[in-house]
């Protein structure tokens, strides 16, 4: 007779080792990666838990939460226990994760630096897979009127309308610009095509008396500031 497969669910482990309850008795800082991915799936498969499945599926991109964020529905899936449902609450909730350190970012509001600029467009474009080309409106405080993507393009090269940037800034009020995009390769070095559309914006904006104060050029974790190299 086959012996009974025992159940790997949450609610039957003991209560000092389920997740849940110890981010509510405890406080959620207390949880790991793991157990806090493993509340978001509930259960595990029939050979392990959903914390064991959960510290697995962490290892496989050497326990990065930014990397885990980058995986694909179908990729998650490929795990034994993970399916389409569970597969869509965690990139669900790393995408909430994203875009709320965009908020933080975007809270600071006046921008000060070149750090300032990347602190606040690395959540929204640094970790893409292609390349956006995005525009930073400020008033003449430096402070963020609002952000806009200009365009999405491949890895390539984006598209960028001059005419566009300047509709936007003349309609919100705008006296200042920065300009950014990513590089999806990881290199920081601004190419023949990124320093002509800099100048073509900066000389057609200060013709409306509006400032390009910098282009970034992002990556995961690195920046490029026109403005800080002197090529602006």
Known sequence: MQEKQASFSIKNWSQDDQPREKLLYKGKATLSDAELVAILIGSGNRGESAVGLCKRILASVENNLSELGKLSIKQLMEFKGIGEAKAITIAAALELGRRRRGEEALEKKKITSSKSVFELMQPVIGELQHEEFWIVYLNNSNKVIQKNQLSKGGITGTLVDVRLVLKNALEVGATGLVLAHNHP???????????????????????????????????????????DEGIL
């Open 185 to 227: 390769s990881g290199t920081l070095k601004p190419s023949e095509a990124d320093k002509q559309i800099t100048t073509k914006l900066k000389m057609a904006a200060e013709s409306l008396d509006i400032k390009v104060l910098d282009h970034l050029i992002i990556t995961e974790n690195a920046y490029f500031s026109f403005a």
